[in-house]
T-cell receptor
Framework: EAGVAQSPRYKIIEKRQSVAFWCNPI?????LYWYQQILGQGPKLLIQ????????DSQLPKDRFSAERLKGVDSTLKIQPAKLEDSAVYLC???????????????FGAGSRLTVL | GDSVTQMEGPVTLSEEAFLTINCTYT??????LFWYVQYPGEGLQLLLK?????DKGSNKGFEATYRKETTSFHLEKGSVQVSDSAVYFC?????????????FGTGTRLLVSP
């Protein structure tokens, strides 16, 4: 099966500019996640979707970050305006599961690396 | 909230050496535990998992045992190869909302020299 697709792989912008990242999960995967991985740190969950609904966005900086998954398939994460501390790799992951039914494995995309100057 | 603590790296070993990367966790419930690996330029890949106490996960010569009494999930390999050089992340799944999400440690970089 095809993996999780993300684009762009790399993006360099100046602070206060905007940027958008796109993710296409594995076909049939109902749950989609966006993680932020700052250099030297572990990934941190930003937002979790179940189909086209938000399950958890408690760690999403909503004053500048937004995400949508309008048709319950692909998703877009936007940052506007960007700050220097937003420099990170943005990882998208998906899994088939619905409500908890065991240790379902998340499949990750290769990530989108953002550099804010 | 739930959290994962990993030993700091980098861990530098010679080929065929024994590897241990320590991981401990704090959780209110009974999480599942995972090791993910990130090779240079690639995304995170599942290495192994364990879903309950005393379970042993294994893959590609790597092993980890879910120890509830010590809240640990240490990663081991008897003989490392240069190709094992990567960053290893310990993670737990929590699901207080009824939906699973992963909480990661900070990662441990492994460097294996010939």
């Amino acid at each position: 099966e095809a993996g999780v697709a993300q684009s762009p792989r790399y993006k360099i912008i100046e602070k206060r500019q905007s940027v958008a990242f796109w993710c296409n999960p594995i076909s049939g995967h109902a749950t989609l996640y966006w993680y932020q991985q700052i250099l030297g740190q572990g990934p941190k969950l930003l937002i979790q979707f179940q189909n086209n609904g938000v399950v958890d966005d408690s760690q999403l900086p909503k004053d500048r970050f937004s995400a949508e998954r309008l048709k319950g398939v692909d998703s877009t994460l936007k940052i506007q305006p960007a700050k220097l501390e937003d420099s990170a790799v943005y990882l998208c992951a998906s899994t088939r599961q619905g409500p908890i039914s065991g240790a379902n494995v998340l499949t990750f995309g290769a990530g989108s690396r953002l550099t804010v100057l | 909230g739930d959290s994962v603590t990993q030993m700091e790296g980098p861990v530098t070993l010679s080929e065929e050496a024994f590897l241990t990367i320590n991981c401990t966790y704090t959780a209110t419930g009974y999480p599942s535990l995972f090791w993910y690996v990130q090779y240079p330029g690639e995304g995170l890949q599942l290495l192994l998992k364990a879903t309950k106490a005393d379970d042993k996960g294994s893959n590609k010569g790597f092993e980890a045992t879910y120890r509830k009494e010590t809240t640990s999930f240490h990663l081991e390999k008897g003989s490392v190869q240069v190709s094992d050089s990567a960053v290893y992340f310990c993670a737990l799944s929590e699901g207080h909302t009824g939906f699973q999400k992963l909480v990661f440690g900070t990662g441990t970089r492994l460097l294996v020299s010939p």
